[in-house]
């Protein structure tokens, strides 16, 4: 063991916050030791022997997005014939069969479409309100968009919204919170500064919100690690995260093409993740990406949720990747890797059933 | 001396032995299968792993023929097996499976993988003249083909005794035999999901009288159905002893039970904690067989790839048109590339080895 290592391991072992060129270190240790201490920090953060997941649907209300990244297989440009905004009726329809399923919540997430405006995003926000679910909805790219069309602050259009009926947020768009990095695959996106300042808003306003990773591009190992200190700053300042999502670039139909990252990768980042992010409660496996199988496998490097049925899913499903998994399933893959399985909502509140 | 970051206290006792050389015990083994500390039981193995290995993982071009499907056996846990006459049941003639061998005769494959049901109808020249056949058109090729149930099944209808069946099939092209038909050992699980096949003593006295004759064998493990860990145990013990009498074990490879289509469809089949679970404690309990093998078409191109994190050191090959499994509802491509796989292996952290079946490295 070399010097620096041992350091590290006594760390580790003492569960003493790293810093980051202690986390960018983390990369050199084997696999299944990053996964044990990560476990360990699962341990110690939620020692309940269960895995949570909730029952929701993905519903994208438009794929129409001026933002043009090139990692994206999913979106139209503005005018192109398969761009599509989601008719109320249809809406109605995903929400019915929603309810019928158990759901407590959708997940919204949609483009960045330059034709629609903010009473339409209210209108959408209160009719899914009205139906009884819970709305976890528009990641901050798309917040920070309508706050610059609408001219409203952040502050004034989180409360709209809020006021609306919108409860909690997802953190998608943030790729990899590094200029350099969004730059090159997320030309027309909010950057860095503007992702963690729509967050600063949202959880001061008292917004829950996850936060994501995508990782597996063109970013560095240590691009990863400095966008998990972004997150665990702003943790630190806020407390509004709830868990944290790395997920592998999918390269199907993208322009950014490449090669999807492994399994290995995945596991020791989403370690990693838990290691570092010693003040997010949670840690999400993406078994949309890497399959049920490896999901079952994250479970002991550090993630304590299996995230949620989806119903359906489009993005991701857009790069050629189809997982798909019910509730029972969900279940199942939980009980067998020796976990409780356990219902939670869009803010991780405990369900019943 | 502590190893860091294992968790379960059951396990330091045990990690004193792999760390001294030492034999594992069968309460041992089952001590590992109980283990909720799956990354400790892994580091263990990876322990032997690497003084067996270092970081060498190996991989095979190879190509695979299920000639036939028609089977006598009626096993539950089985997808591929029909009865003649059955709807999907089909048999290759020697022409068709010698034009799939001519089909790829410009890739560098370096063995052919045959196996097929116990046939009721087949005559041994059959399978002398498929063996003959392939091996004219592709004399460098190694032979691995039919495994201890059907080498049995051939003998008992050919009337002759297991050795003769052997040599007459060794002087026809065989190379080596695979690991399949072994299932588990337990009379009880036998009993009910396999009665008609062969016994377990005679599928161990097959394989070591290939060894005998100078051919080395796999050995394999179907689990994940309704076996209990003590018998995943038992099984592996009557291995170990059978590899210490005769020596001619190359490789070991559980294979995970895959529900769908099968008799057994109701059951769940295996996790991914049971999985890699079960290739580690292989790993620890068969000190004496060389190679554990993870067969990423059952287990998928992630879970393999993690497996040479948790002993494992072979991924078994670029398999194209593997149809026992596929028929089991695997959801697996039907074949990986070279660049794929060693993409696959290096990372996980290793060095990709391309070897012949014999474990010969063939040069880059």
């Known amino acids: 063991m070399r010097a620096g290592e041992r350091e590290l391991t006594d760390k580790l072992a003492a569960g003493v916050r790293l810093n980051f060129s202690e986390a960018c270190r983390l990369w050199d240790l084997d696999l299944l030791e990053l996964g044990s201490w990560a476990d360990r920090v699962r341990w110690r953060l939620n020692p309940e022997p269960r895995v949570t997941f909730v029952i929701d649907r993905n519903i994208n209300y438009t794929n129409v997005c001026t933002s043009g990244c090139r990692f994206c297989a999913f979106y139209r440009l503005p005018g192109a014939a398969d761009g599509y905004v989601l008719d109320w009726e249809l809406l109605a329809a995903k929400l019915t069969e929603l309810k019928e399923y158990g759901g407590s919540g959708v997940l919204l997430q949609g483009g960045l479409n330059p034709e629609l405006s903010l009473s339409y995003y209210l209108e959408l926000v ?44 997802p953190g998608g768009g943030a790729e990899i919170l590094v200029d350099r990095v969004r730059r090159q ?12 300042e729509v967050m600063r808003t949202a959880h001061r306003q008292g917004l829950r919100a996850s936060a994501t990773m995508m990782f597996g591009h063109i970013e560095t190992r240590e691009e990863r690690v400095e966008h998990l200190f972004r997150i665990r700053e702003l943790q630190d300042e806020t407390g509004g995260f709830t868990a944290f999502i790395p997920w592998t670039y999918q390269p199907g139909g993208t322009e950014l093409k490449g090669e999807a990252k492994g399994a290995v990768e ?16 949670h840690l999400q496996v993406s078994w949309v990406t890497q399959g049920p199988k490896v999901a079952q496998v994250a479970l002991k490097f550090g993630a304590d949720d299996f995230g949620s049925t989806m119903l359906e899913e489009n993005v991701v499903a857009a790069t050629g990747v189809g997982f798909r998994l019910s509730r029972q399933e969900i279940e199942k893959l939980i009980r067998t890797s020796g976990y409780q399985a356990q219902l939670r909502d869009h803010r991780y509140q405990m369900l019943p059933g | 001396m502590n190893l860091p970051g294992i968790q379960d206290p ?53 190509q695979h023929i299920n000639y036939s499907n028609i089977c006598v056996n009626g096993c539950k846990f089985c997808a591929f097996g029909r009865q003649a006459g059955a709807a999907g049941a089909y048999e290759m003639s020697l022409p068709e499976i010698f034009a799939k061998v001519e089909e790829r005769q410009a890739e560098p494959i370096t063995e052919i993988h045959i196996v097929g049901g116990c046939h009721p109808d087949l005559p041994f020249s059959y399978y002398l003249d498929m063996l003959h056949g392939i091996k004219a058109r592709r004399p460098e090729v190694h032979l691995q083909a039919f495994t201890a149930v059907e080498v049995a099944h051939l003998a008992d209808k050919a009337e002759m005794s297991v050795a003769d069946t052997l040599l007459a099939l060794k002087a026809a092209g065989l190379g080596s035999l695979p690991g399949g ?33 100078g051919l080395n064998t796999n050995a394999t493990m179907l689990y994940g159905h309704m076996e209990t860990v003590e018998e995943r ?45 079960t290739l580690a404690v292989s790993r620890l309990l068969l000190d004496n067989v060389p190679h554990i093998k993870a067969f990423w078409v059952m287990l998928g191109p992630k879970l393999s790839q993690i497996s040479l994190c948790f002993g494992v050191d072979d991924v078994d090959g670029t398999v194209m048109e593997e149809r026992i499994t596929h028929m089991a509802g695997a959801e697996t491509p039907q074949g990986l590339t070279r660049s794929q796989l060693e993409t696959l292996i290096r990372e996980a952290g290793c060095e990709p080895v391309e070897r012949d079946t014999l474990y010969r490295v063939i040069a880059a």
């Open chain 1, 266 to 281: 995945y596991l020791k980042t989403l370690a990693i993740s838990r290691l570092v992010l010693d003040n997010v409660p």
């Open chain 1, 126 to 169: 209160s009719f899914i309100k009205n139906s009884g679910l819970s709305l976890h909805g528009f990641s901050p790219p798309e917040i920070s968009f309508l706050a610059q069309k609408s001219g409203l602050s952040l502050t004034d259009l989180v409360q709209r919204l809020m006021d609306a009926g919108l409860s909690s947020i």
């Open chain 2, 181 to 213: 038909g072994a299932e588990v050992f337990s009379p009880r699980v036998r009993t009910s999901l396999c009665p008609e096949k062969l016994s377990p003593e005679g599928w161990v006295s097959v394989a070591q009288e290939a060894h005998r004759l």
């Open chain 1, 185 to 196: 695959i997320s030309p027309n996106k909010c950057l860095t500064d503007q992702w963690l």
């Open chain 2, 10 to 62: 059951a396990l330091q006792p045990i990690y004193e032995r792999v760390a001294a050389g030492r034999r594992l015990s069968r309460e041992d083994g089952c001590a590992l299968f109980e283990s909720h500390d799956l990354l400790g039981v892994g580091r263990l193995a990876q322990m032997v792993r690497e003084r067996l290995h270092g970081r060498k993982a190996y991989y095979i071009y190879n």
């Open chain 2, 233 to 277: 145990v038992d099984h592996l013990m009557k291995l170990r002893s059978a590899q210490d009498e005769t020596g001619g074990f190359l490789a070991f490879i559980p294979l995970a039970f895959h529900p769908a289509n099968t008799g057994l469809s109701d059951l769940t089949g295996p996790s991914a904690i049971d999985d890699l679970k």
